[in-house]
């Protein structure tokens, strides 16, 4: 999930603005350091401008917490979030979508420390929050893959399933079958695919991804070696259980692509 999505439009001033600005630029360029002062800053003018008690002071704290957890400063950005998230159901109400964002991101920053069970309830939660005000959003898309990959880290492939099934649906309705966005999805899906012994489903699924990767960033991008690590984990244990099963028909290669001008086969 984005660093930040909290975007309030109406009363934010134009230093709040220009705060925004500067750490979505440092956060996509990976400059968290620098990030953290931005947000310090943000937080300190927010407090000035609008009261400890308001929900764009809980934005900009949002913002900090988010960049500690990006640098592994767990128990700073923890109470961060918490009250952030305090503030923003005493001033919207438990139910609103600000609300499923910081659940979502609190959520995040718990897996991380291995609370998955306080996680999961969180993210369950924003989920169906989300699912009231717009079922058919990329938000509710990248929650129902956040909630389905934390089941995964569990074991429960079954119940991982649905959510990643809904999250490709959902990614598909909102930004067409090819796009970018999907590939994520597909992958992880695929994943539970070939954990739950349906290896064909989920060779199917790495290739549609890797084709839409491949088509958007080329043949040699890191993202692309990535799902052709998966691929080619099907593409090994197609050929090993042929080999453990004592098959006399003879395997051909299968080319899964190039990087850095290496012909991966396997």
Request: hydrophobic share 40%; proline share 3%; charged share 25%.
């Amino acid at each position: 999930m984005a660093a930040m999505v909290l975007t309030p439009s109406r009363g934010v001033t134009e230093a709040a603005k220009n705060f925004q600005v500067q750490l979505e630029e440092l956060y996509e360029a990976g400059k968290y350091v620098e990030a953290v002062t931005i947000a310090e800053r943000y937080v300190a003018a927010a407090n000035e401008e609008y009261g400890e008690n308001h929900i764009y002071y809980a934005t900009a704290m949002v913002w900090l917490a988010n960049l500690h957890r990006d640098l592994g400063r767990y128990s700073k950005a923890e109470p961060l979030m918490r009250r952030a998230l305090d503030i923003h159901e005493k001033t919207l109400g438990r139910s609103h979508p600000h609300v499923a964002t910081i659940l979502h991101h609190l959520g995040l920053l718990l897996q991380d420390t291995n609370r998955l069970t306080e996680a999961e309830l969180l993210h369950r939660r924003a989920i169906a929050i989300d699912e009231v005000w717009n079922p058919y959003d990329s938000d509710v898309a990248d929650g129902y893959d956040v909630l389905g990959l934390l089941l995964q880290r569990t074991k429960r492939y079954a119940e991982a399933e649905p959510f990643h099934r809904r999250a490709v649906q959902v990614a598909e309705d909102v930004f067409g079958r090819d796009h970018p966005e999907v590939v994520t999805k597909l992958n992880n899906l695929g994943v539970v695919l070939q954990e739950t012994d349906r290896p064909t489903e989920a060779e199917r699924l790495f290739r549609r991804a890797l084709a839409i990767e491949k088509k958007r960033s080329g043949p040699e991008h890191t993202r692309v070696a990535s799902l052709l690590d998966n691929l080619g984990w099907r593409c090994q244990s197609k050929i090993l259980n042929t080999w453990s099963g004592h098959r006399t028909a003879q395997i051909d290669p299968v080319k899964c692509g190039k990087i850095n001008g290496r012909e991966i086969r396997f």
